[in-house]
């Protein structure tokens, strides 16, 4: 099994800036895809932004406010969220997709609230 722990969720102020972190428990070179997904109060859970090899991909809500990246030599994605708005309040969730597993594994979530 591999355990994913998120970190870094909040209060933060509209405008204001968090940075997400997921540590995993194995390696992430071994990863197809990582991903970022959050989840509001009575909405589906959607995708963020997502990285499969050398490439990212964002929700259009998000473009050019959040940066996903990884640091695989820590064994750690990240979630950098800038000029946050109160409609990015929910439960975040990293997320990670190995060859060797049958299906993705998936954090327990952090909260993000951004609020004045």
């Known amino acids: 099994q591999v355990q994913l722990v998120e970190s870094g969720g909040g209060l933060v102020q509209p405008g204001g800036s968090l940075r997400l972190s997921c540590v995993a428990s194995?390696?992430?070179?071994?990863?197809?895809?990582m991903a970022w997904y959050r989840q509001a109060p009575g909405k589906e859970r959607e995708l963020v932004a997502g990285i499969t090899g050398g490439s990212t991909n964002y929700a259009n809500s998000v473009k050019g406010r959040f940066t996903i990246s990884r640091d695989a030599a820590r064994n750690t994605m990240y979630l950098t969220m800038n000029s946050l708005k109160p409609e990015d309040t929910a439960v975040y969730y990293c997320?990670?997709?190995?060859?060797?597993?049958?299906?993705?594994?998936w954090g327990q979530g952090t909260q993000v609230t951004v609020s004045s």
């Open positions: 194995r390696s992430l070179f071994g990863a197809q895809t």
């Open positions: 997320t990670a997709l190995f060859a060797d597993r049958p299906q993705r594994d």
